[in-house]
């Protein structure tokens, strides 16, 4: 009886130290995808092709501007959920909206060649076969 108290404090501090980390704890993302798409890097990606890698040079100097962080409602470069239903209308469809522009569902604009018209229609389907690559 002399002891309750000195081992029930302990207890009762124990659990409301609990209490405190339970509900500090930062609340979760509401979307969180599997891949983290903040930490892609197309930089490092492993290419088979020298077309591929031609792409990959294409892409950054200009693609990069919007996919990279999805700004204007881009799709992110190696965001899978975000490219799968886009890669399901077929390259040729994803070629002609890259290269004549696209205005999607949302009205976000890809704008023709993503505004770089000294491209070539082969460089910009370069371009899309590397972020298609890239984002499947
Ligand atoms: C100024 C910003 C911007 C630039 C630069 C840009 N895009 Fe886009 N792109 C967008 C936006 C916004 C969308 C989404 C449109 C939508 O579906 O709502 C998009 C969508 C796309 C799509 C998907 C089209 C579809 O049918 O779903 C492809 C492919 C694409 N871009 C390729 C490219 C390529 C290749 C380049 C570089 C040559 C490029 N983009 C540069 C803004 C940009």
Request: hydrophobic share 40%.
């Amino acid at each position: 009886m002399k002891d309750w108290t000195g081992i029930g404090r302990p207890i009762l501090l124990g659990l409301l130290g609990i209490m405190f980390l339970v509900s500090c704890r930062p609340e979760e993302e509401p979307e969180k995808k599997p891949v983290s798409v903040q930490s892609f890097d197309p930089a490092s990606l492993v290419l088979d092709t020298p077309e591929l890698e031609q792409g990959r040079e294409i892409w950054m100097a200009t693609c990069a501007q919007c996919h990279i962080r999805g700004l204007g409602g881009a799709p992110k470069i190696g965001d899978i959920a975000a490219w799968a239903p886009r890669i399901a209308k077929g390259k040729e469809v994803l070629y002609d909206h890259a290269l004549h522009g696209f205005v999607g569902p949302q009205l976000n604009e890809m704008p023709a060649k993503g505004g770089f018209t000294d491209l070539t229609d082969d460089e910009v389907k370069l371009a899309v076969d590397f972020v298609v690559f890239a984002s499947q």
